[in-house]
């Protein structure tokens, strides 16, 4: 398995959300969805409130141009939406609220919505929108969401990247805890957890 660590907000995680099931799934790995908020992981490390692309323009510019040329290699189309960064925290309970199976295309889903359709990711129409085309309750779902369990679970997520050194999204775990962090260093994180995998089935053999 990888562990997969993204936030809605995150400008990397869209074309790293559209492709990591393929590239694992080619590796032979499955891969764990972990939703985070970096608000707080900004404030908390670098004392900003808002995104780092925002705080310092230059670099804004050239994130905004590498996300083109990115998303151009990768056949995904890119809207750069009016508002940035969203709010995901609604859409991040969901994601927990949903079963496990289910996560993946709902998270898919939503980053269509903010960075290809230009929708606003914390209205709750867009939301439920999302949730019936993919054949969920709406009113479950955000439900479910509104819990204190799915919030306290959302709350950890983000104390547990922090605590695990994660600075940034997307963000990815092998089964070692090695880190790796951006949609550029996807193939090599996979690379890694294979090979840890490998090993660890190898020791399984050379015991028995």
Known sequence: MIEFWFEFASTYSYPAAMRIEKV?????????????????????QQ????SPF???????????????????????????????????????????????????DFVRAVYRANFVEGAIISDDSVLAGILARLGHSP??????????????ELKKNTEEAAARGVFGAPTFFAPDGEMFWGNDRLEQAVRWARKVKNQSIDTKVDAS
């Open 24 to 44: 694992a799934g080619a590796a032979g790995l499955g891969v764990v969805w972990k939703p985070m908020l970096l608000g707080p992981l900004f404030n908390s």
């Open 47 to 50: 004392g900003l409130k808002d």
């Open 54 to 104: 925002n705080a310092f323009p230059v670099k804004g510019k050239y994130m905004w141009r590498d996300l083109e040329r990115t998303c151009i290699d990768e056949g995904l189309p890119l809207r750069r939406p009016d508002i940035f960064p969203q709010d995901g925290l609604k859409a991040a309970r969901m994601v927990l609220a949903l079963p496990d199976a289910a996560r993946p």
């Open 139 to 152: 009113e479950a779902v955000f439900a479910k969401a509104a819990t204190d369990p799915v919030k306290a």
